[in-house]
């Protein structure tokens, strides 16, 4: 989560820069964006921060707390209340952000928003307006860590010049509208921890410019589209946690810059691609707890260099691969829980292992398991 949160953060700080000069202390905002975010205030209870205190005045362009605007036409630009944070305001509050109520659908009345960010706060409840696709300008949207319900918006694609979108940990339900693929220059998408079902949009590979795809802990079934083994800039791909079947498609071996892979806690059956293990560049391997069956590949190369490697839970057979000896570095490796058999190879990276990543197997032997006869 570290990794994750560190990310998205360098990502936002990227794109708000390119929009910082729009703030100036100079800048009067319109009437009708100084009510639209007086409606927004209504619909929210903060009983002990205090974030809105400082929305007072005609001027909802200076110092109304998380609130910018473009300071040629007066238009609020960016909206960043987020209660998890080290702002002062709430450091001083000498607690963590908690605001109950519902996000209005006043907030699509500020027709010049470039960022949306509402995040953290725990006990935010109700749907995400429908009319939020009408914020063409937007960049960013980041409802993360709410209470949110009912489904994403069915033309959220309308969102043309999104580049995040982030509504973890809510309790979004309904399937991933087809149109999402309609942004092409998303770069980051989370939609981890909610309700979220149904099969992943066939023309997933039209988001070509995503770099994260963080999809696990929903409800998402069907099969994983081999075209996303096409898109060359993702990194991260996390579909653990869901209701996913069929077979790991081959083509995510090949893909040049993946470096974390999370498919467990799914019902995936079939063999492991030998590309996947024979992968440069992933890091992080984890496919446990599913169906898969066979072999595992002996296709470890002196370039494979896995921090975590999780195969524990499955149906695989045979012997551990020797090719494992030849990796430049394995960190944590898991493979218990198989029916394993033979001899475990000797030498690194078995000989920093303990007896647990080899457990309940059918009848391997050797260090650090019982000596072989």
Known sequence: MAATSLHICLLLFHVLLAT???SSATAVCSSTDRGALLEFRSSLSDPYIGVFSSWTGDDCCNNWFGVACDPETGRVSDLNLRGESEDPILTRAGRSGL???RISPAICSLDHLSTLIIADWKQITGSIPSCIT????LRILDLVGNRLSGSLPHDIGKLSHLTVLNIADNQISGSIPNSLTQITGLMHLNLANNQISGALPYNFLNLNMLSR???GRNQISGEIPASIGFMNRL???DLAENRLSGSIPASLGSMSVLSSLYLDSNHLSGGIPAMLLGSKGLGILNLSRNVLEGKIPDAFTSRSYFTSLDLSFNKLQGEVPKTLLTAEYI???DLSHNHLCGRIPAG???DHVDAASFANNDCLCSWPLKSCQ
């Open 20 to 22: 910082a000069g729009k």
């Open 99 to 101: 605001m109950t109520g």
């Open 134 to 137: 009408s914020l063409s300008a």
């Open 213 to 215: 795809a963080l999809l």
């Open 235 to 237: 990194s991260d791909l």
């Open 331 to 333: 960190g944590h490796i």
């Open 348 to 350: 690194s990276p078995f």
